[in-house]
């Protein structure tokens, strides 16, 4: 069975910082694209970052640049998500997903497996 099982969730107050996991099982997606999502309430879900299977391409959401930073160990079959200066407006549930291409999964598309999320909550 695949899985996706992130942690590092939980409160904070606005400026700081969490550090978000992402650990597979079930296979290795080391040729897979990973990274992450979120839905804040009553939105849509949305595109965080993403980060290629080689490590050569990273994308970020505009609304997180220069705050998030992703990084994957694939040996430990695990992606992470450093959060610094958060903001109250980061405040939803992040997802870690994977999916097999790129350019598709920056894009929202066809992505493929997802875990169950984590609540981050960002006060004021």
């Known amino acids: 069975q695949v899985q996706l099982v992130e942690s590092g969730g939980g409160l904070v107050q606005a400026g700081g910082s969490l550090r978000l996991s992402c650990a597979a099982s079930?296979?290795?997606?080391?040729?897979?694209?990973m990274g992450w999502f979120r839905q804040s309430a009553g939105k849509e879900r949305e595109f965080v970052a993403g980060k290629s299977w080689s490590g050569g391409s990273t994308t970020y959401a505009d609304s997180v640049k220069g705050r998030f930073t992703i990084s994957r160990d694939s040996a430990k079959h695990t992606v992470y998500l450093q959060m610094n200066s958060l903001k109250p407006e980061d405040t939803a549930i992040y997802y870690c997903a994977a999916g097999r291409a790129y350019s598709d999964y920056v894009r929202g598309r066809n992505v493929e497996v997802w875990g169950q999320g984590t609540l981050v909550t960002v006060s004021s």
């Open positions: 079930g296979r290795t997606f080391t040729t897979w694209t």
